[in-house]
């Protein structure tokens, strides 16, 4: 059954640095999604993504968070210069079509100290 | 600011029994309504979507929708110990962008 990847596991990096965080969504699917979920609270929506382009951000998606599909198979969060308060599990996420299934990679646990 | 709200739990049912899930939501325009599962560590795991109002059956769950109420709720039948975990209700215009509830931690007692 496919299914979406996301590398790495787990991030630790240091306040002030840029972190990729990498997905590869489901072979046929054409909307892209990142969410969060800081530990112990809510999972929160970033940016949706379809046709090259962010067909919507939150609040929380401000200018220090960037995506991009480089190419035919990945599709990656980056964020300029981690705070303490970017450490959460960070989910991609695809769909097929503007339908209801979106399937969830498994995370990226991104650490900031 | 839309809002989705659910009862943290635990709720503890003994196996076997039906536990009963809800969710409301305060965007009245919402059109989609889903039920994800996430086991601790884990990421959320599609259970149900439902976009009616009424009653949505796949195996031993159950998805009720009122529109009129802003309520969703979840069932599940013959709780198993399997199903602890926390139990996700997600709400959508145009089922693209999500807001999720907080969850409610299921505890199935053997």
């Known amino acids: 059954e496919p299914e979406v990847t996301q590398t790495p596991s787990h991030q630790v990096t240091q306040m002030g640095q840029e972190v990729i965080l990498r997905c590869v969504p489901i072979?046929?699917?054409?909307?892209f999604y990142w969410y969060r979920q800081i530990l112990g609270q809510k999972v929160e929506f970033l940016v949706s993504?379809?046709?090259?382009?962010?067909?919507?951000k939150s609040e929380i998606f401000d200018d220090q968070f960037s995506v991009e599909r480089p190419d035919g198979s990945n599709f990656t969060l980056k964020i300029r210069s981690t705070k303490l308060e970017d450490s959460a599990m960070y989910f991609c996420?695809?769909?097929?079509?503007?339908?209801?299934?979106?399937?969830f990679g498994p995370g990226t646990r991104l650490t900031v100290t | 600011q839309k809002e989705v709200e659910q009862n943290s739990g635990p709720l503890s049912v003994p196996e076997g029994a039906i536990a009963s899930l809800n969710c409301t939501y305060s965007?009245?325009?919402?059109?989609?309504f889903f039920w994800y599962r996430q086991y601790s560590g884990k990421s959320p795991e599609l259970i149900m979507f439902?976009?009616?109002?009424g009653d949505k059956e796949d195996g031993r769950f159950t998805a009720q929708l009122n529109k009129a109420s802003q309520y969703v709720s979840l069932l599940i039948r013959d709780s198993q110990p399997s199903d602890s975990a926390t139990y996700l209700c997600?709400?959508?215009?145009?089922?693209?962008?999500?807001?999720f509830g907080p969850g409610t931690r299921l505890s199935v007692l053997p």
């Open positions: 996420a695809s769909s097929r079509d503007r339908g209801p299934e979106q399937y």
């Open positions: 072979s046929n699917h054409l909307y």
């Open positions: 993504f379809y046709n090259n382009e962010i067909s919507e």
């Open positions: 965007d009245r325009g919402s059109q989609s």
């Open positions: 439902i976009y009616s109002n």
């Open positions: 997600a709400v959508g215009r145009d089922g693209q962008n999500f807001v």
